[in-house]
């Protein structure tokens, strides 16, 4: 059996947050987990676009990832 690795906790942890996200009419998608500890993520719905997207990523998807996960360096939007 393959030892879980920090890259493989980032889906969970994204479960997490999404209700947070689809209230407002938005999701987010992963698209990459680096082994540099970057995560990449796309903003959809409502939140693709949003004024306030850059503060939801940086405050709410890269905050609680990095609380959860320590070795998420950053996250970004593509």
Same mark, same amino acid.
């Given at each position: /059996?393959? $030892? ?7 889906? +969970?942890? #994204? $479960?997490?947050?999404?209700? /947070? =996200?689809?209230?407002? &009419? &938005?999701?987010? $998608? =992963? ?5 540099? !500890?970057?995560?990449?993520? +796309?903003?959809? &719905?409502?939140?693709? !676009?949003?004024? /306030? *997207?850059?503060?939801? #990523?940086?405050? &709410? ?9 320590? $070795?998420?360096?950053?996250?970004? *939007?593509?």
């Amino acid at each position: /059996m393959a $030892e879980t690795t920090w890259k493989d906790k980032v889906p +969970a942890v #994204l $479960e997490k947050v999404r209700p /947070m =996200l689809q209230r407002d &009419g &938005g999701d987010v $998608e =992963l698209i990459e987990v680096t082994d540099d !500890g970057i995560v990449k993520v +796309a903003l959809r &719905g409502h939140c693709h !676009g949003c004024p /306030m *997207s850059q503060m939801t #990523l940086k405050m &709410g998807i890269e905050f609680e990832l990095k609380k959860q996960i320590p $070795e998420v360096q950053k996250v970004v *939007s593509i």
